[in-house]
């Protein structure tokens, strides 16, 4: 089964992850990082098939997709 590893120290909150899930997984937390960001998060990684288009498009580099 795939799994998502979010960095939530390099992630920004850009949000560009949210919007390139085909099965919207991946979305944005209301806690705030140590750098005063709201960061990505993946709740229900049970439905995530590994295509790896948020770790693609990710501009911090802060998503890794163990598949």
Known sequence: MPKI???V???KGC???TTVCPH???A???TINSMGYHTALAPD???C???S???QICPDAAIIVFK
Request: glycine fraction near 12%; charge should be neutral; include cysteine.
């Open 49 to 51: 098939t590994g295509c």
């Open 45 to 47: 990684q049970g439905k």
């Open 24 to 26: 919207k997984i991946v």
């Open 15 to 17: 949000g560009l992850c």
């Open 5 to 7: 590893e979010i960095d």
């Open 53 to 55: 288009f948020c770790a």
């Open 9 to 11: 120290v390099r992630c």
């Open 28 to 30: 944005m937390s209301e």
